[in-house]
């Protein structure tokens, strides 16, 4: 090789390294200020739907006093995940609201369905609102920060589906926090349906188990490799399993308000939530005689053109559901 022909692939090879350099620190730069313009602002900036009074059928409703909305979210993600980019936060496979009805003195706990079709927003790679599509509503977590923004994100999907009811708060717990809750209950019982005896021996189907530990991320969490495999059938053993835990946290709230500060001080490492410590102590003390209803949405299972499942809400029992839980008519 001459040296003409060397120094002439050297200088192309330190050319092209300073494009790499350069495009690099562009790509950076748009990532450090599409963070710094795109934080979500108060409850609403992607979807804009949130309504305190609708009209249905020629008559008006407002949104009911003394009420608050809680969204319970499970998102399949380990707590040690760094989340990168704003298109990997973790799905939200377990979606809850909490509706506390002071007026009233109950809590409806509204079940949602992850693969549940409704307007999700769309976040580009660099963060920007690319747009909205109707997907999965656990999906909707997927996009943003993996904390505070996906959750933001998700409560605007959960409005949108609830045809622009607010969702006031929100806690999104990971997965290392079911271990977690189940033990500061002092173990879940749960007679198992499905067969879970290939992961634990003493999990066979037939048997009533008191779940410690990881037992419980395999009971409420466990899908492809369970029974049928379907999220429906999830949900009922999630279902089972919280009536159980609800029932537990009861009992300890009822009498020691101190229980609440403990429980949230317990599950705080796996926590992302905006409601603070107070707001949640108090809301759940006043809330322990409370009449407890449970709530399945309506709908029918499909199967979308990528090949993935769909559930379909029917509108028609969606709207009077709504009606019920969050208005009353305007008089």
Known sequence: MTHKKRDSRLT??????????????LYLVLRWWDAKTAKPEPRG??????????EVDGVSYSRRANLTTVLLMGVDRDGDV?????????????LRLLVVDGGRKRVAQVQIDRDTMTPITILGVLGNKSGVRTAQICLSHGFGDGREQSCLLTADAVSNLLLGAPVDFYAAMNLDGIAALNDWAGGVTVTIEDD?????????????????????ELFVRSRRSIGVGTNEARMRRQQEYLSELFSLMSARFHDDKDAIGGLFDTLSPYLVTDMARGRLINEAWAARDYETEFITLAGEY????????????????????VLELFYEEVK
């Open 12 to 25: 192309l090879v330190a050319a092209v390294l300073v494009i790499a350099a350069l495009a690099s620190g």
């Open 45 to 54: 900036e992607y979807s804009g739907r949130h309504v305190d009074t609708i």
């Open 196 to 216: 879970f005896s290939a992961f634990d021996p003493s999990m066979a189907p037939g048997a009533t188990v008191t779940l410690h530990g990881d037992q419980a």
């Open 82 to 94: 760094e989340v990168t980019g704003y298109r990997n936060g973790g799905q939200a496979d377990f």
């Open 302 to 321: 499909a199967v979308g053109g990528d090949g993935f499942k769909e559930f379909h809400v029917d509108q028609d029992a969606l709207q009077k559901t």
